[in-house]
């Protein structure tokens, strides 16, 4: 038997037809029993009359939320029952067969509303009922929807989507990693990626010059307002590229994605501003201003690319210079410059050099960042050098990276977008853990599963480590 989707209903006026769905409500008048079924496409009427005595004996055990078949004929409201609100509200269904596939205890919260004037917790400890309702299942298909523009987008202009481990080594990009205890070697330990970013540049060496990937990083930060330990990046790394290259390719997929899927929003302006780091420090005090003409209008989005970032920070509680995107983003060369003239600039004063690093901002978030990137062997060791790594450390950690640049690499660089927030920003949410299906308290919770948690002893012992509780 084909599925029918409850949208699509009208379509099939005085035809019989089989549908599935959750009882949404029901109302008792006079004989007439009627239900609202609710599939993940509509809602739509059901009618039980008592001539048909088998099923309507049934239809008087229904409650909400129970799973149900049911089999009848598509009519014609009577005049004046239309309800105009509902798309299929021209129509009813007279039932002729039912099933009832699921029984429900009674949910612990209303799921007809928005949702917002319940407790977080208790959304997300039943975070499978919480996204039965409208607004969640939205962000939901909307969420696949972008993913899928990109996806396509990026495709039909060369790239290639590629997964990474999600078992690897630390990558330095100023967050804690999380570690996962490697049991056929008993004191070492994988690093859960906090982006893609080393594969990325070796896929770069390896020659696929175009490459995505819709990539969950995994950052084990301190409680910070709107963060998860984990959530997705558009990653993205092209080979000889210009750093024009790489800004006009993202603003042109965002303003396709925002005219296809979000025709009601209006970019302020395009081409997007291109606004160098000191003057933007110097006008707004901060990276990430909110360029909105009118910051009441919704529908506004004010994309900003800040550029001209310095290559490293003062890091005053370390007492080292760090950088202020990652270790592999390419300073800017002055004109004429050789390599070796570069690498005695930046040593002797690490806080002047520019780099070739882009942000991309919106309505006061950074939704991406990325940059050129640093293919030769020499300049990255010095960069490692001037962020305090002694040369053992810099072999025993970035060995690997030097020696793929050893053989043919070419220039490159890439970006990082931030897809949840991006999300966040399009839905009008106030929260990015209303655009992820489950995610974690702000301390790092599943309320849901209960994770983290204990575990047993002999799993302890297999992976050599000790119990502190
Ligand atoms: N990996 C970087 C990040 O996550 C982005 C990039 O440089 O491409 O911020």
């Known amino acids: 038997m084909s599925r029918f989707w409850i949208e699509d209903v009208p379509r099939y006026l005085n035809q019989e037809i089989s549908l599935f769905g959750w009882v949404n409500s029901r109302r008792d008048h006079g004989q007439i029993i009627f239900i609202d079924l609710r599939d993940r496409t509509g809602v739509v009427q059901l009618v039980f009359s008592p ?12 409650r909400a939320e129970w799973v149900i078949e049911i089999t009848g004929k598509v009519t014609q409201r009577p005049q004046g029952m239309e309800n105009p609100k509902l798309s299929t509200g021209q129509i009813e269904i007279e039932v002729t067969n039912l099933k009832i596939l699921s029984e429900a205890k009674t949910l612990p919260f209303d799921i007809s509303s928005d949702g917002k004037e319940l407790s977080e917790d208790l959304r997300l400890k039943y975070r499978y009922l919480d996204l039965r309702r409208e607004r969640m299942r939205k962000n939901l298909i909307h969420r696949f929807k972008v993913i899928k523009f990109i996806r396509d987008y990026l495709a039909e202009r060369g790239f290639v989507e590629v997964e990474t481990p999600f078992l690897t080594k630390s990558t330095p990009e100023g967050a804690r990693d999380y570690l996962v205890p490697a049991r056929l070697e008993p004191g070492k330990f994988y690093a859960l990626p906090q982006s893609p ?62 005219e296809t899927l979000y025709p009601e929003k209006k970019i302020q302006t395009f081409p997007f501003p291109r606004l160098p780091y000191q003057e933007v420090m110097a006008k707004y005090q901060s990276d990430k201003p909110d360029l909105r003409l009118n ?57 002047q050099p520019t780099a070739q690093q882009y942000d991309l901002v919106l309505n006061g978030f950074e939704i991406g960042g990325g940059s050129l990137r640093i ?6 060791e010095a960069i490692f050098e001037i962020m305090g790594h002694t040369k053992e450390a810099i072999n025993q950690k970035f ?21 949840d927030r991006i999300l966040m920003l399009l839905e009008n949410e106030p929260s990015i853990r209303e655009v992820i299906a489950f995610p974690k308290t702000g301390d790092g919770k599943d309320l849901m599963m209960n994770a983290p948690s204990e575990v047993d002893e002999k799993q302890l012992k297999e992976l050599h480590l000790k119990s502190f509780a």
């Open 51 to 62: 001539e048909v005595k088998e099923v309507y004996d049934l239809a008087q055990k229904l």
């Open 197 to 258: 970013q080393q594969y990325k540049q070796l896929l770069m060496v390896a020659g696929l010059e175009k490459y995505f990937q819709i990539a969950r990083c995994f950052r084990d930060e301190d409680t910070r307002g709107d963060r998860q330990p984990e959530f997705t990046q558009l990653d993205l790394e092209m080979d000889f590229p210009q750093q024009e290259d790489i800004l006009s390719l993202i603003e042109g997929m965002m303003k396709e994605m925002v």
């Open 295 to 351: 910051k009441d209008n919704p529908q506004e989005l004010a994309f900003a690319f800040v550029v001209d970032f310095p290559l490293f920070e003062w890091k005053e509680q370390e007492q080292r210079f760090d950088a202020v995107h990652h270790p592999f983003t390419r300073p800017k060369f002055e004109p004429g410059e050789t390599l070796s003239e570069v690498i005695a600039r930046i040593k002797k004063d690490p806080a």
């Open 375 to 380: 293919q030769e062997p020499a300049l990255l």
């Open 399 to 419: 060995g690997h990276l030097l020696e793929a640049f050893s053989y043919g690499a070419p220039p490159h660089g890439g970006i990082a977008l931030g897809l």
